[in-house]
Structures are given as C-alpha cells and as structure tokens.
C-alpha cells in the first residue's frame, strides 16, 4: 500500500495548468520520469520517488492525511482544502517546505461591468456564485457583508449571464476571461501560487534524506530563473 511504501510519493496535478511547470521543476532538481498519459502512479528511474497524477483539488488531503509524502499545489486550493477539513473535523495540517515560483493568480471577485460598484458594502444580499465557498466566506465574515453564495465547480464566469448569480469569486490571472465574459473584477480576497508541501506524520530516514538532497535544488533553480 501506497502509506508504507518505502518510495517517497509526491503528488502532482496530472492536467491542468500546474501540471508542467511541476514535473518540469521535479526533473530540473534531476528526477528523471517516464509518464503514461493514463496511469496515476510513475515511478523515478534514478530515484526511490514516485509520482501520484491526480486532480489538484485532491492534493492537500492526500498530504494531510499522510496518503503521500509531499504535494505540489495552488495556494488556493491548499487554503480551501483546509478550511473546509477544519470545519468539518477533519485533519489539516501539512508542512509548507517551499513557496514555488508558477501557478500566480488571484481569486477575485467580478461582476457584470454594467453593475455600479463603489464598494464592498454593493456586495451585501448578492448572490456570488464561486468554487470557492469556503476562502468567500471567510473573507465576507472578515469584511463583515452577509452575501450568498453559489457552488459551481466549472463555467463560475457565465453564471451571471446565465441567470444564476449576480457576481462571481474565480481565479484570474490576465483577466481575459473576466473581459471575455462583460464581468470587472472589483475585490481580490486571495494571492496564490504554487506551494511545496509535506505530510507532519514522521517520515523514514531514507524519505528525508531525500527530500534533504530536494530543497536545496528547488532553490538553486528558482534562483537561476529570478
Ligand atoms: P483539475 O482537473 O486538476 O481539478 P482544475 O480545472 O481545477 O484542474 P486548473 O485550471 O488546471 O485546475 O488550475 C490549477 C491551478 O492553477 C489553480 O488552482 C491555480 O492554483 C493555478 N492557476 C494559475 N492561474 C490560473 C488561472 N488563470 N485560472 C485558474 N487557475 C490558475
Ligand atoms: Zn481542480
């Protein structure tokens, strides 16, 4: 089983938009790996690592549940992972080993860009339609605006148009999307980018020394980009 295997297990996005730059970043530190489109797990052909290919929004519990070693993921989907474990009982914690220079964006809200807006209190009794719900309600708790909201896991920009929601909590990073679809973004409630993390359950010897050797590549590769 996957728990007590003496390879170390680190998950990645198997596609999507950090599922590159992970790999890439994974081999640049010199793992070497042979993917196959369709299996979840590839082993490393110069290491005891393997690679577990899943959706990105599974990869924080994986980590807080010690199912594998380290994670790559958004910041984002990290933070409302958590929120969501600790409301719910569930155990949250992980190590943040290295904050990764890919996968920037912003979790934004927009509305449709005929909806005057002066503020914040324009939010109060809209309905915000996000995949998010958990960071939106902890940022409308913190700024004090009861608004509501709606889960939708995919096409969060047409809801306005569509008839489901007045505004929208979604990630952006050019905002081309958000212009594509009539909506301005008005508040920024989270900065994200891709982060490094480990389970907090002790890890063999063997495992740490391996993750020991990683960190000081990661480094010495995002210096080499700054
Ligand atoms: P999966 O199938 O793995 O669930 P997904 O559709 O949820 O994929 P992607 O759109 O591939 O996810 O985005 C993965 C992560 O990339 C986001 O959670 C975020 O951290 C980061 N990201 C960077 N820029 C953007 C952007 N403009 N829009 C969406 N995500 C972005
Ligand atoms: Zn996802």
Known sequence: ???NSSRLTI???KSGRLSQASLALLEACGFRFSLHEAKLLAHCQNQPVDLLRVRDDDI???VMDGVV???LVGENVLEEVRLKRLA???EAKFK???SLDYGQCRLAIALP????YQGIQDLVGKR???TYPYLLQNYLQRVGVAANTAVLTGSVEVAPRAGLADAICDLVSTGATLEANGLVEREVIFRSQAQLIQRTTPLSSAKQSIIDQLLPRIDGVQQARE
């Open 1 to 3: 089983v996957q728990q």
């Open 11 to 13: 998950a990645i996005q």
């Open 60 to 62: 924080p519990g994986l």
């Open 69 to 71: 070693d380290l994670g």
């Open 88 to 90: 719910t009982q569930l």
């Open 96 to 98: 943040l080993l290295r």
């Open 113 to 116: 860009k005929e909806v005057p």
């Open 128 to 130: 915000i339609a996000t």
